[in-house]
């Protein structure tokens, strides 16, 4: 698909693309199956701090068909009129403004039972949501085979979106990889989505999401998982974003 002609903003090195909710729900919502499928990526802190470590993950982001601002501290970044485009959010809007354009949905990671406890739970608060298939992956890389039956499936069942949930870096990997040779018309790498939509793990209050504190609420409840994670990741990305701010480092879109 062609990507939309939108301006991006620079988050270390990170091209953001630079929108509303309401403009990534309805491009998003627009989308067809057929030819190569674009991608997108939901930019977070993580997120910026696995693209300043590995430049290949960096060229991902910057050559999605969007990358949106998923973090709060992603979207006090960005120019005037810039809005949160929330992984979780982004998925119940499209899966809601799609019904009446026949959007077909297709539902690809999470644990085992996660993707189809995902299908019936959204389709029980959406009558008539059209979700064509779902695919638990092993956690590995796929096999020639194994990806061939993926592109079999996925062919036959013709989804307009792939909701791809294994976490980043994993996700958007395999969208800008594998992925691209499945039938579809965009896949959005939406990761925990799975699991809160599911029921199988609870989100933050909206007043944490709203002041970027999700992190807090998320530590609470992993906190063996995600302490190391958010001690390095906060700290680093704090740091450089002074850096940049100050003009005292450059960071190209490269």
């Not at 929108?19 to 499928?37: I, S």
């Not at 294994?166 to 969208?175: D, I, N, S, V, Y």
């Not at 790498?189 to 209050?205: E, K, L, N, W, Y």
């Not at 807090?216 to 001690?231: A, K, M, V």
């Amino acid at each position: 698909m062609t990507a939309p002609d939108l301006p991006r903003y620079n988050v270390q090195g990170v091209g953001v693309s630079a929108l509303a909710f309401a403009q990534a729900r309805d491009l998003v919502a627009g989308a067809r199956a057929g030819g190569t499928p674009g991608y997108v990526c939901l930019c977070t802190v993580n997120g910026v701090a696995h693209a300043r470590r590995d430049e290949g993950f960096r060229r991902i982001m910057n050559e999605s068909w969007l990358t949106t601002a998923d973090g709060m501290p992603i979207v006090w970044m960005g120019p005037p009129g810039v809005e949160r485009v929330y992984g979780p959010d982004l998925m119940l809007a499209v899966c809601d403004a799609g019904r009446l354009r026949g959007l077909r949905h297709y539902f690809y990671g999470g644990k085992p039972g996660v993707a189809d406890e995902l299908a019936a739970s959204l389709r029980a608060r959406y009558p008539g949501l059209d979700v064509v298939g779902t695919h638990t992956p092993p956690f590995r890389e796929l096999t020639g085979a194994e990806l061939a039956a993926l592109g079999a499936e996925v062919a036959a069942a013709r989804p307009d979106i792939i909701w791809v949930g294994l976490g980043t870096p994993r996700q958007e990997r395999f969208m800008a990889g594998p992925g691209r040779s499945l039938a579809a018309g965009l896949l959005i790498g939406v990761g925990a989505a799975f699991d809160f939509h599911s029921g199988r793990a609870p989100q933050a209050p909206r007043w944490m999401q709203r002041g970027g504190l999700e992190w807090l609420f998320r530590l609470g409840t992993e906190p063996r998982r995600l302490g190391p994670r958010y001690l390095t990741t906060n700290t680093l990305f704090l740091l450089r974003l002074a850096a940049q701010k100050l003009g005292l480092r450059q960071y190209p879109l490269s």
